[in-house]
Every structure is written in structure tokens, then in C-alpha cells.
């Protein structure tokens, strides 16, 4: 088929939900690979990750986004205009992912946000094994059909993948018909070096408590390849103060060589590759509220 086949569809589905909602792990099941990271932790996800998924006829631009929030710092200002821009802007459909066990209070601002777009809107509820009571479900179906205009609605339990696929191909029904936006076989948009900062960061969430998690950022120093057993990973973890720098390193380094080896077993599972990941702490203070730091680490253009 040539790529300007007037029957290829192709366009962006745009994942938008509350913290925690399951939209990573919604997103790692369309793409069948595991790109955005996945932690039980709020604000996991920071910055908007693309997943690529293709069929005969179609090419789905899936598109992950940061939880919906109350921006309390620069940061999750940033997150939230990621948000704003992908499903005002970016999106040919959006797919409303709401968490069954959550309240239709809590997604009010969200639901207003929604009705503003033009696109079409599908309704996700996750986490449907969680509600004993199945007549829950049709009355937050019909409280959220209530309020937006969405066009299909489906129950899925996007940890074990039940109902992704019938949501995948209704994507494919709704996207616009158009040339692919990228080469075929391509999965992201990203390259290696920010999926291993993300993985890194996403042991940091599952390793540590409190606001340790939130007031990290990794970034990639050294990335070689193509030198066999040599391979080597050098990263920076910055955090704002020196007593989360001591908590991170650890007593005698136990904690910081515990976070090593797990992000270094996720970044060599993801890349295919045998990698030594060394790490390092350094203090950037207050960098979630400064701008020139946020530039600097790719947040802002």
C-alpha cells in the first residue's frame, strides 16, 4: 500500500485523565512495550510520551499525559500546560480515562476542560475489577455521558490489558483519514537517552517515600553503545536539598546502589542491551520553581 492511499488513516489519541488514573499503563498496552513509566505514586509521568501503533489500514499516534492537577510550582505548571496543549491543540481524538474508583467530583475541572474541544471524546473507565458493584459503573457512565458528548465507552482493566484491544480498534474507526505522521516501524518519538532518565526516575518513585520522588530529575551524562560488554550508562540525579542528596546516596551507599541496580535491570530489559549504569547526586535548589533550571533540564523550550 502507498503511504498516500487515500483509505490510510492516521492522526493522535490523546490519553488525558487524573493522577494515577492509569494512562501509562493504558498507554504500554497499546504501544505492547513498557515506554512510560508506571509507579503507584501521583505525577509519575511529567512530560507528554508517544506511543506509535499501526495496523493494515492506520497509524494511531497514542499520546500519554501528565495527570490533570492543581499546579503548585513551576514543574507541574509545565505538566499542565503538556496537558492543556495535547488535547486543545494536538488531538484528533481524545480518550477520557477516568478511575472507576474514583468520585465525579474530583474530575470537574477536567470534565470543563473537555467541553471545550471540537475532537471526538471516548470514555475509558479503568480499574473496572476494583468495583464490587457493577451497577457503579453505568451510574458514573451515565453522570460523565451526561456531561460530555462521548461517543463510545469502554470498561477495561488496563493492568491485564482486558478491553484495550476493542479500544484500540474504535481509535482506528475515529481517527481522520491521512498519510502516517511517522515511518513505518517506528514506535516513539524519543530517543534512548529519555527513556532510561525515565526509567531511572521511575525507581526513584518506587524506591523512595515522601517528596523524594517529586524533587528529582535524572539526566543522562554518558550513553555508549556498540562497545559489547563495555557498554556504559553515566547519569545525574539532582535534587533540591542536601539532606534528600543524603537519603538518596544512603547509609554507605545502600540506597543509591539498590536504585542502580534496578534501573540499570529496567534500562538493559527496555534497550536489549548488557549497559553499566553509574550514578551520581548532585543539589540544583529549588529547581522546580526556576525557570533558567526547568530550561536547562528540557521542560520548557
Known sequence: MLQDDLNFKSGFAVLAGLANAGKSTLLNKFAGVDLSPVTHKPQTTRQNILAICEGRDYQIVFVDTPG???AEYKLQEV???SLNQ???EDADLVLFVYDATSTLSKHLELVKKLKELYCPILLVINKVDLVKDKDELLKIKNAICAQLPIKKVFYVNAKKGEGVDQVQRAVADYIPF???YF???QLTDRWERFYIAEFIREQIFLLYNQEIPYSTFVEVETFTEDLGDKNFIRAIIYTERENQKAILIGKGGSAIGKLRKNA???ICQFLQK???L??????APAWRSNVKQLKKFGYID
Open 68 to 70: 490533570f492537577l492543581h
Open 278 to 283: 553509574e550514578l551520581r547526586v548532585e543539589v
Open 86 to 88: 495535547a488535547v486543545s
Open 178 to 180: 491521512s498519510p502516517p
Open 183 to 185: 515511518p513505518k516501524g
Open 79 to 81: 505538566m499542565l500546560n
Open 274 to 276: 548488557k549497559y553499566r
Open 264 to 266: 540499570e535491570d529496567r
